[in-house]
């Protein structure tokens, strides 16, 4: 019994539970039972109780804001009708954002209409006229071109429109007065000081960044690490940032090539990558030139869509796709629900998975 003494009580267990819930969006047993230390049985009857209080939902393998009213005092959104989506690619990453809004949305009795357009896509409201148009479309989740002519057109257009909207891994504001608009994103600035503590932590204390030039989830991952570079005091000379085109852009070895004369220049010896393709490809550009991961670089992939399939799988940042999916149909629903209630802007964490492409700094 003397072990138990150290178990929390139900009632601290709830509150932790519903603490990380608040801040996360979502909880997981098996995190749940590091942070408490109490078996995974035990947190399952915490959460099915705390269902049963009206406090969450249960989801496989953990638990999501419940989407009752008990919580609101708003009535639960009717089911039936279809939300349109447009995210700018079905190749890459957000299948898995897709996957989340789908489970969530058959939850609620919702269906989903999904299309893909492109980072080219100027303007985007001609297809959103024609997704309202066409269906019974009780609101939209959309995933904008923040880079594209008519950005703001279409925030306008979206804000000005009668149907309720909720943008996925994009931040905006709607003019003149700059409100923001709701929306669910992940803290990837978060994710680039995850990163850099990592290698820290194994000892590294030369790093360096190298990012895709025009992903909107760069910039993020630009601004984290500056904070993480200003956090572990790393001098200007420590740290390098280096930006690369898409990997199917002719000039992308060369630049990749660059990169490592730079990485070799400033003796980095611990590097994180945006996105996991990049990654891949600077790894074997620089097995070719007789460089060893992760004995003389270790490296970091951002994504982790793919990261764990290369040879040697490679440690990876992983944003919360399908809770941030999961995170947008819940807001829409709400927002369904209760048109008066005040914008919801939902950040969600991601997380470090440590593989075979990182390890100590080696000082022979």
């Known amino acids: 019994m003397t072990d138990q003494q150290h178990v929390p009580l139900a009632p601290a267990r709830h509150a932790h539970i519903l603490a990380a819930l608040a801040r996360d969006g979502i909880v997981r047993v098996s995190q ?3 942070e408490l230390g109490v078996a995974p049985v035990t947190l399952r009857r915490d959460l099915q109780q705390l269902e049963e209080e009206g406090r969450l939902e249960r989801v496989h393998g953990g638990a999501v804001p419940a989407s009752a009213p008990a919580l609101t005092g708003v009535a639960a959104p009717a089911t039936g009708g279809a939300i ?4 700018p690619s079905l190749a890459y990453y ?17 269906r989903l209409v999904l299309r893909g357009a492109s ?17 019974d479309i009780r609101g939209l989740i959309v995933a904008p071109n923040p880079d594209a002519a008519h950005a703001q057109d279409v925030v306008q257009w979206l ?29 990837h600035a978060f994710g680039a000081v995850l990163a850099a503590r990592h290698l820290a932590e194994l000892g590294h204390r030369r790093l360096g960044l190298i990012v895709s030039r025009d992903s909107p989830t760069g910039r993020k991952v630009v601004k984290g690490w500056a904070a993480a ?17 898409d990997r199917n852009v002719p000039g992308f070895t060369s630049a990749v090539n660059a990169a490592i004369d730079t990485a070799l220049e400033k003796g980095a010896t611990g590097l994180l990558i945006h996105p996991d ?3 891949m490809a600077f790894i074997d550009i620089a097995l070719n030139r007789g460089l060893a991961v992760p004995e003389d670089l270790s490296v970091i992939a951002y994504d982790d869509e793919v990261a764990q399939l290369f040879t040697p799988a490679l440690t990876a940042v992983s944003p919360p796709r399908g809770a ?29 998975h440590a593989r075979e492409s990182t390890a100590p700094v080696s000082h022979a």
């Open 84 to 87: 349109a989506v447009l995210v």
């Open 32 to 34: 749940l039972t590091e």
């Open 324 to 352: 941030v999916g999961a995170a947008a149909v819940d807001l829409l629903a709400r927002r369904l629900a209760d048109p008066s209630r005040p914008v919801h802007r939902v950040t969600l964490s991601p997380t470090l």
């Open 229 to 245: 570079c200003e956090e572990l005091e790393l001098g200007a000379d420590a740290h390098f940032e280096s930006l690369i085109p």
């Open 159 to 187: 804000a000005s429109s009668d149907i309720p909207s909720v943008f996925v891994e994009r931040d905006a504001v709607v003019l003149p007065g700059r409100e923001p608009v709701e929306s669910v994103t992940t803290d």
């Open 94 to 110: 957000w299948p898995g954002v897709f996957r989340g809004m789908e489970a969530e949305a058959q939850r609620r009795g919702l």
């Open 119 to 135: 980072y080219e896509l100027q303007d985007e409201r001609p297809v959103l006229e024609r997704l309202v148009a066409s269906d």
């Open 277 to 279: 393709p990049a990654a």
